[in-house]
């Protein structure tokens, strides 16, 4: 069992900047790879914002240049900057027990999410 901590998020306006953080604890020896997704105000899904694996790292089209997903050891980080409003939404830290995230959308764990909203 992989339990992951996110913090960070909140409200940030046009421009700006913000830091989102996961921190997977348990059994966390097992090879995993981690990513960020996204749900938007009343969508009833999640999308993927960007990936961290094996293979590399992946982003969205509209984030990419502004986000950058890092990962040390077993925490997990979005930099998030030149935000936007369509930025806005709550955002999952989520890990699978695999090399490969990219395109998945079913993961073996998942963080409670965090809010970001961005105003223009």
């Known amino acids: 069992q992989v339990t992951l901590v996110q913090s960070g998020g909140g409200s940030e306006q046009s421009g700006g900047s913000l830091t989102l953080t996961c921190a997977a604890s348990g059994h966390t020896w097992n090879p995993y790879c981690m990513s960020w997704l996204r749900q938007g105000p009343g969508k009833d899904h999640r999308d993927e914002v960007a990936?961290?694996?094996?293979?590399g790292t992946f982003y969205r089209a509209s984030v990419k240049g502004r986000f950058t997903i890092s990962r040390v050891n077993n925490t997990l980080s979005l930099q998030m900057n030149g935000l936007k409003p369509e930025d806005t939404g709550k955002y999952y830290c989520a890990a699978h027990v695999s090399k490969f995230c990219h395109g998945r959308t079913w993961y073996n764990y998942w963080g409670p999410g965090v809010q970001v909203t961005v105003s223009s």
């Open positions: 990936v961290i694996d094996d293979a």
